[in-house]
C-alpha cells in the first residue's frame, strides 16, 4: 500500500509539473497568435492606417521589452536565495523521507536532512547579510556621485 502510495504522489507531481509548463506554453503561443491575427485583419480591411501605427505593430514582436540591468547586490542576492532555497527543500525532504519510511526511522537520512536545512539556512542568510551590505555601498556610491 505504502508504495502504491509514493507511485501516486509521484504520478501527480510529475503530471502537475507538466500541466502547468503546457499552459505557460499554450498562454504564450496563443498571445503571439492573437497578435498576428489582429495584424492580419487591420492589414485585409485595406483601412488607411497610420505608417507610425503600422510600425510600431510589426516592430513590437521584433524587439522584446528592455528590463534595467540588475545591481550586483540583487543579482548575488537572488543566486544565494536559491541556492538556499534548494538546500532548505531537500533537507525538508530528507528529514521527511527519513521519518516516514516503513522500516522505521532513518537517522542518517534525518542527519542529512538537517544538515542540508541548515547549510540551507546558512546561505541564505549570508546572501542577506551581504545583500544589505552592498546595497548600502551601492546607495554611498550613488549619494557620493550625486553630490559631485
Keep these: 500500500m505504502g508504495n502504491a502510495a509514493f507511485s501516486l504522489a509521484g504520478f501527480g507531481f510529475w503530471l502537475a509539473v507538466a500541466i502547468i509548463v503546457s499552459a505557460v506554453i499554450w498562454s504564450v503561443v496563443r498571445s503571439r ?3 498576428h491575427e489582429l495584424k492580419l485583419k487591420i492589414l485585409e480591411k485595406g483601412q488607411d492606417l497610420d505608417p507610425a501605427l503600422l510600425e510600431r505593430l510589426l516592430e513590437a514582436e521584433a524587439r522584446p521589452a528592455q528590463l534595467p540591468p540588475k545591481s550586483v547586490a540583487d543579482q548575488n542576492r537572488e543566486t544565494g536565495g536559491t541556492i538556499g532555497f534548494i538546500f532548505l527543500v531537500a533537507g525538508l ?3 521527511f523521507v527519513g521519518m516516514i ?5 532513518s537517522w542518517p537520512l534525518i542527519g542529512l536532512g538537517i544538515f542540508s536545512f541548515a547549510f540551507g539556512y546558512l546561505c541564505w542568510h549570508n546572501t542577506m ?8 555601498e551601492e546607495k554611498a556610491a550613488a549619494a557620493r556621485q550625486d553630490q559631485a
Excluded at 129 to 136: G, Q, S
Design 33 to 35: 497568435q492573437m497578435k
Design 93 to 95: 525532504m530528507f528529514a
Design 101 to 105: 519510511r516503513e522500516a522505521g526511522l
Design 129 to 136: 547579510r551581504e545583500y544589505v551590505a552592498l546595497r548600502a
